[in-house]
């Protein structure tokens, strides 16, 4: 009979392989025990944090023997952040976790039996994020911003991150600047008081930077004076407010003010020009996007004649590759702001066979399959919760020959998968892409082609 862990317990334990989020996993009397930290092979004295019936959570209390991948984190703020999982491990390893993760979620969840191959990985993983979003609170009086610690809300500052794009930092420290010399206070959860809630950056490969300013309410003090301080900062030629008056957790509000300089940002992806407001979607990567949907423009297979459903489709990326190859593309996003900046993106690139519906995918997509949409391939990169089942129906009735799905989460991608093949789809190629190097995070390209 196998006996239950208890808290406070210390066993010593080799660990054994990484799970999705990167840590160690062991076993002791016939358990399983996530352990943070713990590298497969390495020995370790592991304490017991917290117990379930069927597996239970462990800290490394010490280390009794080291991992030839074990690394010195080279971040100072690495644990405590909440950012990153994989620093202490070799780049190497974290690839050959993810890649193992995919395989066994598609497996379990999905019944999809196909060898997945080693992500595409980064040449140099460093400040590549050309978005941040920090929030803001005040510490011993002094406004800091920073990430929040694991599972929590407790904000750890942080001065330089070494995932952003470099002028991210000195754009968040001009506004911590702002805040002190004019006393304007950091927004409290707790209390529900205070107007900075949060610092956005956005920065394109050109080194220029977009600042939005996330306030509990519209109203801000000395606004001309955060407008010059922020315009100051090499490369910043936009800066914005957004309000969130709400409760919530939620970082942006549904709508923008521009307070200085230019309305959009524009950057390139692909060789394509994009014009993005602080409300727009883009991948945070751009490196890895472009390898990202390279791979999924090549799993389409795409021929001059035809027709293209993209759903999901954000502020058109995919769209506006795909119909680079394709007669005609249509994409569906919920986001009006998304669907604008779709639009435009290909006005300013002079794409005139995409068009764009706003409104949500699952009830767009079986409306416009009941009128006769029949696509010769469908592109979806839904959100982290992966696609709505009326969606998949609605794929499944159209009956494209080829479907391309662009997953940034394994679990939920499995699931659909399921969906799909018993709908009569085969699963041809998996690509997974490393997109979020250092964290547990793995996009995901999967081909699959309709059953003759």
């Given at each position: 009979m196998t006996r239950m862990l208890r808290k406070n317990q210390i066993f010593r334990a080799a660990g054994e392989r990484l799970d999705g989020q990167l840590n160690g996993i062991t076993h002791m009397d016939g358990q399983a025990v996530f352990v943070p930290g713990l590298l497969p092979g390495e020995d370790a004295e592991i304490r017991v944090v917290?117990?379930?019936?069927?597996?239970?959570?462990?800290?490394?209390?010490?280390?009794?023997?080291?991992?030839?991948?074990?690394?010195?984190?080279?971040?100072?703020?690495?644990?405590?952040?909440?950012?990153c999982v994989g620093m202490?491990?070799?780049?190497?390893?974290?690839?050959?976790?993810?890649?193992?993760?995919?395989?066994?979620?598609?497996?379990?969840?999905?019944?999809?039996?196909?060898e997945v191959p080693m992500p595409l990985g980064m040449k140099a993983p460093w400040h590549y994020r050309n978005k941040t979003a920090m929030?803001?609170?005040?510490?011993?009086?002094?406004?800091?911003?920073?990430?929040?610690?694991?599972?929590?809300?407790?904000?750890t500052p942080v001065e330089s991150c070494l995932l952003a794009m470099p002028p991210a930092d000195e754009a968040v420290k001009a506004v911590l600047r702002?805040?002190?010399?004019?006393?304007?206070?950091?927004?409290?959860?707790?209390?529900?008081?205070?107007?900075?809630?949060?610092?956005?950056?956005?920065?394109n490969r050109q080194g220029e930077s977009m600042v939005t300013i996330a306030a509990s309410q519209t109203r801000m003090p000395h606004i001309r004076e955060l407008c010059g301080a922020l315009m100051a900062v090499p490369g910043v030629i936009s800066v914005c407010q957004t309000v969130?008056?709400?409760?919530?957790?939620?970082i942006l509000g549904h709508d923008y003010t521009v307070l200085a300089g230019q309305e959009r940002l524009e950057d390139t992806l692909c060789g394509l020009r994009f014009q993005l407001s602080p409300l727009s979607f883009f991948q945070v990567n751009p490196v890895q996007t472009e390898r990202?949907?390279?791979?999924?423009?090549?799993?389409?297979?795409?021929?001059?004649?035809?027709?293209?459903?993209?759903?999901?489709?954000?502020?058109?990326?995919?769209?506006?590759?795909?119909?680079?190859?394709?007669?005609?593309?249509?994409?569906?996003?919920?986001?009006?702001?998304?669907?604008?900046?779709?639009?435009?993106?290909?006005?300013?690139?002079?794409?005139?066979?995409?068009?764009?519906?706003?409104?949500?995918?699952?009830e767009v997509l079986p409306r416009l399959?009941?009128?006769?949409?029949?696509?010769?391939?469908?592109?979806?990169?839904p959100p982290r919760k992966g696609a709505d089942p009326a969606v998949l129906s609605a794929i499944a009735a159209a009956s494209p020959e080829r479907i391309v799905y662009v997953s940034c989460d394994p679990a939920t991608l499995a699931r659909d998968l399921k969906q799909l093949t018993a709908s009569g789809y085969n699963v041809e190629r998996v690509q997974p892409v490393d997109m979020f190097s250092w964290t547990a995070h793995i996009e995901t390209a999967v081909r699959l082609k309709r059953k003759s």
């Open positions: 917290k117990a379930e019936k069927r597996y239970a959570f462990g800290r490394v209390e010490k280390l009794l023997s080291e991992s030839p991948e074990r690394r010195v984190p080279p971040c100072p703020y690495y644990a405590r952040c909440g950012g202490h491990m070799s780049y190497e390893e974290t690839l050959r976790a993810k890649r193992q993760a995919v395989q066994d979620v598609l497996r379990r969840v999905g019944g999809v039996e196909i929030p803001v609170a005040s510490r011993d009086g002094v406004p800091r911003a920073g990430y929040y610690r694991p599972r929590s809300h407790d904000m702002w805040m002190r010399d004019y006393a304007v206070p950091a927004y409290d959860e707790a209390s529900r008081s205070g107007l900075i809630r949060h610092i956005i950056t956005r920065t969130n008056a709400r409760g919530d957790n939620v990202l949907y390279e791979t999924a423009i090549r799993f389409a297979d795409l021929t001059p004649s035809d027709r293209v459903a993209d759903v999901y489709c954000g502020a058109g990326t995919i769209s506006l590759l795909a119909a680079r190859y394709a007669s005609h593309v249509t994409g569906i996003e919920i986001v009006p702001q998304a669907i604008g900046d779709a639009k435009e993106n290909a006005r300013r690139n002079n794409i005139d066979n995409a068009d764009f519906i706003c409104g949500a995918a699952e399959v009941s009128d006769g949409l029949r696509p010769d391939a469908v592109i979806l990169d």
